[in-house]
Every structure is written in C-alpha cells, then in structure tokens.
C-alpha cells in the first residue's frame, strides 16, 4: 500500500474519497469552510439537519459531489475537540477505513485534521493515520473464500506542516501497523495450520528478512538445555515443541538488554484437566504472547531502535496424547525447582518458567512476558485490559507510561507475598495452581519463582488479544495489543 505526504490542495487531487474529520460543537476549520463553499454549503445543510454532528466515529457520505476534484466525500466524526487523543483519533479513522476497504483499488486523499499535530505532537496523527489504515484493510477471515477487505492503492496525506518530522511518522507507522498486522494474522491462524514447528519456521522468515539473529531450538536441543516443564505440557502432542530466541543488538556492548518472553501455545485443549468446548473454541489463540514478542521485536529491529532486545518465545501444543503429563505428575524446570501439576490446564506458566529461566540465563537486564495466562484476568479487567504484575515498581511504572502514550489500556494488579502460599505442594517444591480465587495473580506469583531478582513484568493479555466480536472500530480475532507499547517501551528506554 502506498502512502505518501502531498502539499496539494486536497481539494484539488483526483481521488475516489476526500477523507475529512470534523470535531463535535465546534465551528468549521479553515479547510472545512474551505470545502463548503467549494460544494456550494451543502456541508452546512447536512450539519444543520444534524446528520452530520462530529460525534466520534459518525461517517456521513456525500457521494455526489461534481463540484470537486474528489469521486465522494466521507466526513468522519472526531469527537469534541478538547479530548482528542490518540485513542479517538484511531476510533474514529478505524471505523473510516474499515468502510473504505470494503471496495477494491481505492484511492485516498486526507486532509489531516487541523490542530491534531498541536494537540497530539507533530507527526504522531501521521503515524497513527498511517498505522491504523495499515491494520484496517487486512481481513481477518484469512480462510475465507470471499475476501472482504483490500488494501488502499494509494493515500496521500495533506495538509502537514513539517514534512521531515511526518516523512519519518509515516515510515513508522506503516512499520507498526505491519507488526500488528503479523501478529494478528498468527493469533488467526488455525491450529492445524500454525503450530510449533510452522510457527517457528515463520519466526525464521520474518528474521531473516531483517537480518535478525536467531536460534530454533528443536526437542532435543530442548532436552539439553533441560527445560522438563515446557517439554512436559508438550508430550501429550504429536506436533514437537519449538523455542525460537531473537537477538536484535541495536544498543551496542554497553547498552542493557530487554528480554521479552511469550507464551506460544498453538493451541490449549486444556490437556487431561480438558477444557469445554465453549472454553476451547478460541485456544488457536493461546500463542498471542509469543505472536505479540515476534511483531514487538521485528518492528524495534525495523526502526533501528537503539536498544539490545532478546525475544523468547516457548511453542508448545497442550494436547491430551498417551503420553501427556498427567496430574500428580512431578516436573524439573530448567531451575531446578520441581513442580507438582495439579492441573495440566494451567500450562501457560510451565512454558514460561523455562523460557523466563533461560532468558535470565541469557543476562538480560530486564524482563516482560507476554501470556494469555489466565480466564482469572479476564473476569477481573475485561477484555480490553491487560492486568500487569510485577516485582519491579520502576520497570512497571516505564511499561505502563509506554502503553498510556500509546493507548493501550494496562492495570496492575496485587502481588502480595502472602498469594504465593496458595502454591506450596507436598510433594514438590511448588505446584502449578493455587486456590479458586485470585488466580491472575497465583500465576503471576508461580512466575516470579522464576526470573531470579531481574526487574520484569508480567502482562497477562488473555482478554484484550483476542476479540470475540466486531465493533466499529475493531474486528473481532486477533488483535494484536502490546505490540505498540513494546515498541514504546524500548524506544522510550533508548
Ligand atoms: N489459555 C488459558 C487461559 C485463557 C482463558 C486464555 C481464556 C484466554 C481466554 C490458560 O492456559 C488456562 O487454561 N488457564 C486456566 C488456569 C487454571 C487451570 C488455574 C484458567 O484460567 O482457567
Ligand atoms: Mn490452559
Ligand atoms: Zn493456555
């Protein structure tokens, strides 16, 4: 897709839609005016029939307009003016383009709304502009005969001052929006199609494509580096376990390295503790962290971020085969420590012990791990916040300030020392559950067993990385969360 800044007059390019916003109670912008007069001040009768208020994420379509260079007009509804911020400006542009795309070979011109590089800082309208209409025109229904989305042919952007500043905007946020996009396309992929060894081998393409370093650990190389709990909630599977580890080195010797570390389950039936069907029905989408630490780390390595970021991502499928772990059995994690399984759905944080171990055995200087860990956060926050834990105030408050900046909601939640209790066993050195009650923060607490005293962070996005249901602004799969705030995160720890 083709993007570009123009210093044209919007109303002057030929085009198949003039895309314009408009704020809610307030008064025409200049290019607004502008517009109106040209269409002879049919805006202003729309807006005095009130069919055109500017409430956030409103469409009005003027699909006859002969006095314009421009095919149609769509005006998107932005809000009142005094809460612009990233987030509305996405809502409202999302819900545009997801109409946009619905047609083939489009053309787009943009007048960018006047007083948004104010309000959100030179370039970053640009960048979300370009990110969300990147993410608004791939289709989710990857497996569908009937494609219901196509890419734009061609934007142009107007109406920018600094066009360095939002020349470099643009790049990114089509580097962004292409990360979003991987990660939502893995957490769509059916499980018969993505599983640890396909998944591993996309991780190899995508590196190499950027000339990222990388390693695939394969079972036996697994065995070696004596992961027992990863390669326990593996066995019950025909499909062997993957560990894919990037390295990206944009920081030098001396810069410290962020460890991001996922939960790649390729999909969850729950193992011998199986789940329901209605619990089963998404668990193609337990691999989210590792998908979120895979389109985190090739975005960092596209922008040429200068951080050392190390990528951990523990592919297993939790199947209920002759040989799966059983309840009662005991495992040795890569530590050492022994865990006593009470339930073999609770699985997530088994693969996570080995690859927080290992990446603690990698040095790295801090650590975030990305899980659908638990339903325990999704009844606590909803599906569109993701709960964070940690053991480390600083490191926490520097993710949460990242995702704030770019809008994506994270809540932290308890990690009293008293939790970890729930998890003494009798004949092991822990067990893998805890008590029916605070179970999001139980599992972080088995975690924190196993990151040594490294800073690190737990994000638990069971709820928000996957949508069960389309809203105007967002379509229901995978969603691709944290992968912008992890981009923040390290560009903001440069
Ligand atoms: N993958 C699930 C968690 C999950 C649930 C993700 C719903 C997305 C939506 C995880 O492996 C799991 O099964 N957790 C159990 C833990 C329990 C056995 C302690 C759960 O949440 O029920
Ligand atoms: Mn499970
Ligand atoms: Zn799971």
Known sequence: MKFEISNNSPLEIETNWL????????????????????LEGSLSRVQERKDLTGKLGELTILADVPQLSAERVIVVGLGKHDKLTIGSLSKAYTTAFRHLATKENQS????????ASSALGEGHSIERLVDVATVACSRQNIYSTEQDRYEFENVLLCGVSDFEVNQNALEKGLILGEAVNLTRELVNRHPDDLYPETFAQRAADEAADIHLQGEIFDQDMLEDEKMGALLAVSRGSDRPPRMVVLKYNGGGKNAPTIGLVGKGVTFDSGGLSLKTSAGMITMKSDMGGAATVLGAITAIAKLKLKVNVIGVMGLVENMTGGSAYKLGSVLTSRSGKTIEIHNTDAEGRLVLADALAYAVDQKVDKLIDLATLTGACVVALGEDIVG??????????????????????????????FFAEQLKSEFADCKNIGSR?????????????FVDDVPWVH????????????????????????????????????
């Open 437 to 449: 009650w605070g179970g999001a923060t139980t599992a972080a607490k088995f975690l924190e067993q």
């Open 388 to 417: 964070a834990f940690t053991n480390d105030q600083e490191w926490c408050d520097e993710l949460k300030t990242a995702s704030q900046k770019v809008n994506e909601e994270v809540w932290q939640l308890p990690m009293h020392d």
């Open 108 to 115: 787009l011109v943009i007048m960018v709304p006047e007083g």
């Open 19 to 38: 895309v314009v916003g408009i704020f809610e109670e307030a008064e025409f912008s200049e290019s607004l005016q502008e517009l109106d007069e040209k």
């Open 459 to 494: 994000l638990d996005i069971a709820g928000p990385s996957y949508a069960e249901s389309s809203s105007a602004h967002r379509d229901s799969g995978g969603t691709g969360v944290m992968v912008r705030a992890l981009v923040q995160l390290a560009a903001d720890s440069c």
